[in-house]
Nanobody, 126 residues
Framework: QVQLVESGGGLVQAGGSLRLSCAAS????????MGWFRQAPGKEREFVAA????????YYAGSVKGRFTISRGNAKNTVALQMNSLKPEDTAVYSC???????????????????WGQGTQVTVSS
């Protein structure tokens, strides 16, 4: 089992920044790639970003590339999402998720992730 707890959400004006954090506990953190997903009201959950177990490889959705940065600290069992130049359309509940390193397939597919946090609300006002 891996327990994930997100923090750092809040209300920010368009153009502002927020930094989300996800703290993991349980099994060896480095055994998992990590991802961030978001879900806005009335919409499907969508992929935001992912990072390999070592941090060497990152993936981003086109809508956030160049504005968001995912990083991880294996020593502290954390993964972060730095969000800059926020837009009202970034408003959603953001969740982190853990994916076993051994699993194939795309990092952007939510089905590949075994463990999920409860999410943190991000609201961007115009």
């Amino acid at each position: 089992q891996v327990q994930l707890v997100e923090s750092g959400g809040g209300l920010v004006q368009a153009g502002g920044s927020l930094r989300l954090s996800c703290a993991a506990s349980g099994r060896t953190f480095s055994s998992y790639a990590m991802g961030w997903f978001r879900q806005a009201p009335g919409k499907e959950r969508e992929f935001v970003a992912a990072i390999s177990w070592s941090g060497a490889i990152t993936y981003y959705a086109g809508s956030v590339k160049g504005r968001f940065t995912i990083s991880r600290g294996n020593a502290k069992n954390t993964v972060a999402l730095q969000m800059n130049s926020l837009k009202p359309e970034d408003t959603a509940v953001y969740s982190c998720a853990a994916r076993p390193n051994s699993r194939g397939g795309s990092y952007s597919g939510s089905r590949g992730y075994d463990y999920w946090g409860q999410g943190t609300q991000v609201t961007v006002s115009s």
